[in-house]
């Protein structure tokens, strides 16, 4: 049996910038947004059949969230169904020096 070697390295706080993806910053955006909607669903105990008649979809699209298979659900969908729960969906665009719009949804 040959010995391995593993090389442990400091996490960036991104994971996907971590693994080397393209768009890192926009993943793990999209990824904190399922999470804030999957915590209120888990919160109230909800199983991918009930989640997805409140958030007026389907079973499977609920599936691929709640196993974060983000790729086919849209920034849009996450918004709506975020405020369908209750939650409010803001954001800011900036420059390093000044915020040129902020934005709150919800």
Not at 27 to 41: I, S
Not at 89 to 98: K, L, P, R, T, Y
Request: hydrophobic share 40%.
């Amino acid at each position: 049996m040959s010995k391995e070697e593993f090389v442990i390295s400091e996490s960036s706080g991104n994971v996907f910038e971590d693994l080397g993806l393209a768009n890192s910053d926009c993943l793990l955006k999209k990824a904190d947004l399922a999470a804030a909607l999957l915590q209120e669903l888990k919160s109230r105990r909800l199983n991918q059949t009930q989640a997805a008649e409140l958030l007026e979809t389907t079973q499977p699209k609920m599936s691929l969230l709640y196993n974060a298979r983000l790729r086919s659900i849209t920034y849009d969908l996450l918004f709506r169904w975020l405020e369908r729960v209750g939650k409010e969906v803001s954001f800011s665009i900036h420059d390093s020096e000044s915020t040129l719009y902020s934005r709150g949804y919800g």
